[in-house]
């Protein structure tokens, strides 16, 4: 079993790896930037296809949910299929989902399609960063990490952005066929020069805890992105109810995997502090990200009457320097630690947070492009760097069962993010309006909105005070003994 070992990494050694970052992150961009990328066309969608906005809600519903069922699942793929197959199988799915999408003639294959592109990014996020932590060892991997992290945090942020130019001098099926020859040049670049580079296992497939997953995620995120609707309220059944079996669902799924020799998804990963620290803090920072991204256009279109458009150019500067700064981060983190990075990061994440909840009706365009460009450099500054030092102190054997977890959050994490900032901005709209002894004018809307978002920013302030405090106890961890010794056998 040792010769076998020592044969991979002497393997791994010899592997070009730049050729491999490369096709998986032309293939990660494009599935991650889609869930992004419709959300702005939904009014169109829905004048052109005849459907109501709730209905169209499944489309950005449904690839959460998909992704968020999947991804646990994929911590027992990957261990059952070579990642050649597992990427190719995922950027097939993706490619046959957009094709799809584009040329539907009705809501109901849309939607098909929409669930199949999720379907390929469900899978390939996993084995994309499975992929990285066996390429790269722990003193080179913030590098690596901060790539993708360029992938993760750009894609999304310039989402809204690229759609709204496109959908500017096109209708919205180019959202689609203009990322077709980007998903088929993945699978071209993918299949020359994509390997193995995990070792398949094969462990027993156990059939409830798919179940027990696929009900406990599935119904937390479809509970809570059903709360983000205006039309539902958290004691609505669509809410509450898929939110209760989730729950048991989850609960049962621990207990069962805990007690298993072989889980599907290795719970045991928290027994490493550093990676129950990389949870909470990724958690927190996933939940303000997402909620601050869906509060800003918000603001921008429902309070300073800015166009689609130009609200989504009010966000781009910091999505481009998001994507700038993350694979410096990863650079500074194999050299100073996560320290250096994530407590300065916090430390500006609650300074934004602070200043979000003094915006004004005289607040100037200006203003909100600088607050948007320091807070997606303080993600940056927080999210890789805690994620490596996590999974960096995770056996090789737990890589899958690790990155699983962080995914299957991040996911839950934004779901959850949007539907509570969502509520909480909606009731303090309407604690505002019960205020008024007549119908709202214009300008009372205006305010009524912007009382909504600020006490909305002020819940996601406290979540940057818990952020602060969690960083702080953030220290830099080592490769594991198993590790030390399997690396010391190949020199």
């Known amino acids: 079993m040792k010769s076998t070992a020592t044969t991979q990494q002497q393997d791994l050694q010899n592997i070009k790896k730049l050729p491999i970052l490369i096709s998986l992150i032309i293939g990660a961009f494009f599935s991650i ?72 003639p009705s809501f109901e294959l849309l939607l098909v399609g929409r669930l199949l592109q999720a379907s390929g990014a469900g899978l390939m996020l996993p084995v994309m960063m499975n ?29 809204p952005t690229l759609s709204g130019l496109i959908l500017q001098v096109a209708e919205w099926r180019w959202l689609f066929f203009l990322v077709l020859p980007f998903a088929v040049m993945s699978i071209i670049v993918s299949f020359i020069y994509l390997k193995n580079v995990t ?61 298993s020799n072989e889980p599907m998804l290795d719970f045991r990963v928290f027994k490493y502090p550093m990676f129950t620290l990389t949870t909470l803090m990724l958690i927190i920072a996933m939940m303000t990200m997402f909620s601050t991204m869906l509060l800003l256009p918000f603001l921008m279109q429902g309070v300073f009457l800015m166009t689609t458009f130009a609200a989504g150019l009010v966000l781009l500067p910091g999505g481009l320097l998001n994507g700038l700064v993350s694979p410096l981060t990863g650079r500074l983190f194999d050299k100073f630690g996560p320290r250096a990075l994530v407590i300065p990061g916090s430390t500006l994440l609650l300074i934004i947070m602070w200043l979000f909840t003094r915006i004004n009706l005289q607040t100037t365009t200006a203003t909100l492009v600088v607050l948007h460009i320091l807070l997606m450099i303080a993600i940056a500054m927080i999210m890789m760097p805690t994620q490596t030092n996590g999974l960096n102190q995770l056996p090789q054997r737990l890589y899958p069962h690790g990155t699983a977890v962080l995914n299957t959050l991040q996911q839950i994490s934004g779901a959850i993010g949007v539907a509570l900032f969502i509520s909480i901005m909606t009731s303090g709209q309407q604690s505002y309006f019960m205020t008024l002894t007549a119908e709202p004018t214009t300008e009372q809307m205006a305010e009524g909105l912007l009382s ?11 979540f940057a005070v818990v952020a602060l405090v969690i960083s702080l106890f953030t220290k830099r961890t080592k490769a594991p003994v198993e590790q030390i010794v399997m690396s010391s056998t190949t020199s």
Not at 224 to 252: N, Q, R
Request: glycine fraction near 12%.
């Open 33 to 104: 930037l889609n869930e992004t990328l419709l959300n702005i066309a939904l009014p169109k969608l829905e004048v052109a296809l005849g459907v109501s906005a709730s209905t169209l809600q499944w489309l950005a519903t449904g690839y959460m949910l998909v992704v968020g069922v999947l991804i646990p699942v994929s911590a027992l793929l990957v261990q059952w299929f070579t990642t050649r197959q597992m990427f190719l199988g995922a950027m097939v799915l993706f490619t046959a989902g957009t094709l799809l999408c584009g040329i539907a």
């Open 131 to 159: 992929t990285i932590l066996v390429l790269y060892p722990p003193e080179t991997r913030g590098a690596a990490m901060g790539t993708i992290g360029l992938v993760i945090m750009f894609a999304p942020a310039i989402g």
């Open 199 to 259: 070792t398949i296992t094969k462990p027993k497939v156990d059939v409830l805890s798919i179940l027990l997953s696929t009900l406990g995620f599935g119904g937390i995120v479809f509970g809570f992105s059903s709360a983000g609707k205006a039309e539902t309220t958290w004691a609505s059944m669509e809410v509450y109810l898929p939110l209760v079996v989730g729950g048991v669902s989850i609960l049962l799924f621990v207990i069962r995997q805990l007690k």
């Open 452 to 462: 909504g978002i600020h006490r909305a920013f002020v819940v996601g302030l406290g």
